[in-house]
């Protein structure tokens, strides 16, 4: 029996409607050959939108993300919107698109692929089959915890205050997640916090303890952020499942993400309690490469698969996207941002044939 599923497709600026057009391509084949009917409508977003309606984020768009199965984002921004008031910039649009369809958990995996190994800053031996996902927390923690500010001191002075708060609820929505998302896995999680010198983090641990007798077939341990931050250097094999706050998981996720050394590589997942997540890669708009056909689209069909893994409850389908990628890379087929000795370069079309001339 055909499944169908509804995809709403945020093509944004720069580089995201060259990369979008080559991973629609791919998902079209895809479907057809595993009976997976998948029925896209593209939107606005970011100065795209911005150019067309005055708002980076138009009700529409969001109306239509809410009802559809999940949304594919490509990236936003550009030179052009820089000058515009905060409100009205692509970045807005956004994070207004996160808090509408209440993201509070993003997935960022960082896989070393054999082919690219060499593109890492790290030795071979330390970076060779690295396989981690950093669920980090995105709505809550100090980006968001009040007070906030620069206040007047009675002497004067200047202070500034930001509260790193959680509620318990909280630590339990994205702990679950976690915890899901290593039985998925490798069963192996581990939660990053401070719970030697911050209260908070005692809280996020006592939380995520209290859950893990409901996964027993995930085994679950707890590091010093500091810690974390140095053994993801210096051993980064030992993890599985990383899960961390909001400020921990920002900077643990783009550390991991440079053991693989390749940006236009890596995709992510941002997901809620229920609705569509979105699905994007990790990079910006390209703004200089952009209409060049320069873009590698892989991180952007990367974010396909875990749409098709994560949401759409497809592993069979994610495994056939992933393995084509691999495959391409086996081939020699690189675009300019990971071109090496010897291989072939090719642009963002050339490379979406090639993935098609594997998958056919
Ligand atoms: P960027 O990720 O767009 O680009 C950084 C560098 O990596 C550039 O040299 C770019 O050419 C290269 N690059 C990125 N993706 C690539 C790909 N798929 N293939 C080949 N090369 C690739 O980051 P930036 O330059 O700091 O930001 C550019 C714009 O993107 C800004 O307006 C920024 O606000 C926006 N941005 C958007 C997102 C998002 O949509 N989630 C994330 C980051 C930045």
Redesign the pocket.
Known sequence: MTSSFRITLLP?D??GPE?MAVTVEVLKTIGRQMDLAFEFETALIGGAAIDATGEPLPEETLKICKASDAVLLA????YQWDSLPRHQR??TG?LALRAGLGLFANLRPATILPQLVDASSLKREVVEGVDIMVVRELTGGIYFGSPKGIFETETGHKRGVNTMVYTDSEIDRIGKVAFATAQKRRGQLCSVDKANVLEVSQLWRDRITALAPDYPDVTLTHMYVDNAAMQLIRWPKQFDTIVTGNLFGDILSDAAAMLTGS??MLPSASLGADGPGVY??V???????AGQD???PL?QVLSAAMMLRYALDQPAAADRLEQAVTTVLDQGYR?G?IMSASMTQVGCQAMGEALLRVLV
Do not use: Q, Y
């Not at 990236?75 to 550009?78: F, L, Q, S, V």
């Not at 990079?283 to 490469?289: C, E, K, L, V």
């Open positions: 944004g720069g580089i990369i990236a936003i921004g550009g692509p970045e956004l940006i236009g994007e890669p990079h910006g708009s390209a703004p200089d490469i320069k873009a590698n991180a675009t941002d």
